[in-house]
T-cell receptor
Framework: DSGVTQTPKHLITATGQRVTLRCSPRSGDLSVYWYQQSLDQGLQFLIQYYNGEERAKGNILERFSAQQFPDLHSELNLSSLELGDSALYFC??????????FGNGTRLTVT | DAKTTQPPSMDCAEGRAANLPCNHSTISGNEYVYWYRQIHSQGPQYIIHGLKNNETNEMASLIITEDRKSSTLILPHATLRDTAVYYCIVRVGSGGSNYKLTFGKGTLLTVNP
């Protein structure tokens, strides 16, 4: 158990819809990272938050957004969903330069 | 972040040592070598990391060459549960606040009975 909790585990929705994925980091970790893993793309970094502020951006679409709340949990919002957004979405957390620890992900299926 | 090169796949017999190589010839002086693994569709699991000295923990050993251009992850007694994709990643260790990991394709290690 990495200590990083992601909910829900599975999500099935239709094209055009909006969903919110939630991540609770390990106790004491200030940084949260979001990754997307689809079959043909591997693990792709989306965005990082550090203590409530956006710190780094990767290959995140404009239809996607994230935020980190004062209690340090984070949410990834995906809107105007397309079939190609079907993927595993992982959250990771860390403190300073320590290793990232990953949750077990949310599997999103867009139909 | 420096690029790494790993073989796409390897096989290992159960109970034997699994030695997974990684080349990182463009590694910078302040970059660490990290190893993660991903067991089918689970979240990546941290294994071990090191700067220039060899490291050992309860999961594995990490051997880094003296010139730091390559490394080997050693699973001393592989079990069927070690079947996974293993990722070698280089990343700065400190001095900032963005410590994202850039994943490549990794090595699929299959442990056979």
């Amino acid at each position: 158990d990495s200590g990083v909790t992601q909910t829900p585990k599975h999500l099935i929705t239709a094209t055009g819809q909006r969903v919110t994925l939630r991540c609770s980091p390990r106790s004491g970790d200030l940084s949260v990272y979001w990754y997307q893993q689809s079959l043909d793309q591997g693990l792709q970094f989306l965005i990082q938050y550090y203590n409530g502020e956006e710190r780094a951006k990767g290959n995140i679409l404009e239809r996607f957004s994230a935020q980190q709340f004062p209690d340090l949990h984070s949410e990834l919002n995906l809107s105007s969903l397309e079939l190609g957004d079907s993927a595993l979405y992982f959250c990771a957390s860390s403190v300073a330069g320590s290793p990232l620890h990953f949750g077990n992900g949310t599997r999103l299926t867009v139909t | 972040d420096a690029k790494t090169t790993q073989p796409p796949s390897m096989d290992c017999a159960e109970g034997r040592a699994a030695n997974l190589p990684c080349n990182h010839s463009t590694i910078s002086g302040n970059e660490y070598v990290y190893w993660y693994r991903q067991i089918h569709s689970q979240g990546p699991q941290y294994i071990i990391h090191g700067l220039k000295n060899n490291e050992t923990n309860e999961m594995a050993s990490l051997i880094i060459t003296e010139d730091r251009k390559s490394s080997t992850l050693i699973l001393p007694h592989a079990t069927l549960r070690d079947t996974a994709v293993y990722y070698c990643i280089v990343r700065v260790g400190s001095g900032g606040s963005n410590y994202k990991l850039t994943f490549g394709k990794g090595t699929l290690l299959t442990v056979n009975p």
